[in-house]
């Protein structure tokens, strides 16, 4: 098989942020491609963020388009793509290995089409492994081309060749592409695109691009139809939503939009991923006056200690995220709050892990993404030196998993008797006699009802008892 290189990925490129004005462009299905899809049906496997589930919706939206219908698995389909993460290094190792396994079904059904996507072909040396290494995936591009995905797709199935665009520069902004929704009652909303944060150990910013902010009225106009459709709920993404606006230069911040969201009439908003850096006091205020802004926040603070925190190029210093957290609880009594943190960040020492112990046990933190730093190559943080082993790092992750998992079972703890609002997601994974969703301060809560009729609608249940990952109760009437 021929391979064509279109556009490969350069990391040095996507540093750069050289495009000042993004452009917004509606999306249109160009007649050559349409019925493409015709008789064909697709599969997505969908990894890391909550931005590749929306994309996936995406990509999902344009194939049905086409005329595409979803299989049942990725095994009989007709077209696969993956969706992959590039965040650390085992979620890259997890895509190599799905790739192993789709390489004998390709090799028992030749016609299928293998596609990837997502953050992983936007590094160079993932795409290289991908194009030596696995010569039967037909088509790669990036985070910024899947609006171009009609055009690649005719190009893999009438080429005979691999297909690989993935653009490094800067991305614009697509509205109206179509989006099959995973679920009917909740619903995804990108605020903004790409990162301009450069936290030394990240590859984000270099994978996604710049920071580029949609228009409020699109997300305004967006929230209201999602309302017209009988959503309960939305929640607003983007790398740093406290940053929403900025490349705009109006005076609108990301708390503006909240209050204007907050008019929609829609239920329940969060939203993710916060900087503690910009995180203001209007964002705050608006989350304490708006009734459907939900009183959670996941606030990453990624490290306890300042040293750490400056070499990671956080821009905060330990008592300004004290700071921050003790206005929101001053403000919203009623948060739950959650973070994510990083050990064994290159020559940590055990002083500074345990500043970073000393905050958790500060903060209370309700819940926490934990994780050992990976060694992520074209980043600042690649080139310093290390010499803390992994055993170690191991060690600290567990004894920080320990402390986090203490204050989770608090979280849960803390609403033994309390009437919560629950909008159900469906039945229960591990008892069918349940129903499950999750309470306006993001607890994941169980019940006892066969009630169908419930799945989407915003409940009222009392805790019973609170366990460290959820908790259960029972429905009540008001
Ligand atoms: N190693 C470990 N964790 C990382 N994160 C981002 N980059 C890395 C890395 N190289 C974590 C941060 C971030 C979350 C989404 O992933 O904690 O907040
Ligand atoms: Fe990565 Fe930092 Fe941007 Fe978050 S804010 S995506 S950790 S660079």
């Known amino acids: 098989m021929a391979k064509i290189k279109l556009s490969m990925p350069n990391l040095g490129d996507a540093r750069m942020r050289k495009q000042k004005n993004t452009m917004t462009y509606t999306y249109r299905l160009d007649d050559t491609y349409k019925n493409e899809g015709h008789g064909k049906t697709y599969y997505i496997y969908t990894y890391g963020c909550q931005g590749n589930e929306a994309d996936s919706e995406v990509i999902s939206g344009i194939l049905e388009d086409l005329g595409y219908t979803l299989a049942i698995s990725g095994e009989d389909s007709d077209l696969v793509i993956l969706n992959t993460c590039a965040i650390r290094e085992n979620a890259e190792n997890r895509i190599w290995g799905v790739l192993g396994n789709l390489k004998g079904i390709k090799a028992k059904r030749p016609n299928m089409l293998i596609g990837i996507c997502g953050c992983m072909p936007q590094e160079e040396n993932a795409t290289n492994k991908l194009i030596t290494s696995y010569p039967f995936v037909d088509l ?78 699109d997300i305004i106009n967006e929230v209201k139809e999602l309302v017209k459709k009988g959503y309960k709920e939305v929640t607003l993404l983007g790398q740093n939503v406290n940053a929403y606006g900025k490349d705009l230069g109006l005076d609108y911040t990301f708390g503006d939009l909240l209050y204007d969201l907050d008019k929609t009439g829609i239920a329940r908003i969060r939203f993710t991923t916060s900087h503690p850096k910009d995180l203001d006091l209007k964002t705050i205020y608006a989350m304490r006056d708006c009734k459907s802004v939900m009183p959670q926040l996941h606030l990453p603070v990624q490290s306890g200690d300042d040293h750490i925190l400056k070499k990671m190029n956080r821009k905060y210093t330990h008592q300004e995220y004290l700071d921050k957290i003790a206005i929101l ?145 029972e429905l009540v009437s008001e």
Request: net charge negative; glycine share 6%; charged share 30%.
């Open 140 to 217: 790669i591009f990036g985070t910024h081309n899947i609006y171009d995905l009609p055009k690649l797709l005719h190009e893999a199935y009438s080429k005979e060749s691999k297909v690989i665009e993935v653009i490094s520069t800067e991305g614009d902004i697509y509205e109206g592409a179509p989006k099959h929704r995973a679920l009917n009652h909740k619903a995804w909303v990108n605020i903004m695109f790409g990162c301009d944060e450069f936290c030394t150990y990240c590859i984000v910013p270099y994978t996604r691009g710049k920071e580029r902010s949609r228009a409020k009225d």
């Open 329 to 473: 609880k001053k403000e919203i009594p009623n948060i739950s709050l959650t973070t994510d943190i990083i050990v064994g960040f290159p020559n940590e020492t055990e002083e500074e892990f345990n500043n970073t112990l000393k905050l958790v046990d500060e903060v209370k933190f309700e819940g926490a993404f934990t994780f050992i730093y990976s060694k992520r190559e074209g980043t600042p943080a690649a080139r310093m030196e290390d010499s803390v082993s992994l055993e170690e790092k191991h060690r600290r992750l567990d004894k920080l998993n320990e402390l986090v998992d203490k204050y989770y079972l608090e979280g849960n703890k803390r609403f033994e008797g309390k009437i919560v609002h629950v909008l159900v997601d469906g039945i229960s994974k591990n008892n069918k006699d349940n129903l499950c969703g999750y309470s306006e301060n993001l607890k994941l809560v169980h019940f006892p009802s066969k009630d169908m009729s419930l799945i989407g609608q915003i409940v009222p249940v009392k805790i019973i008892e609170g366990k460290t990952w959820f908790a259960l109760g």
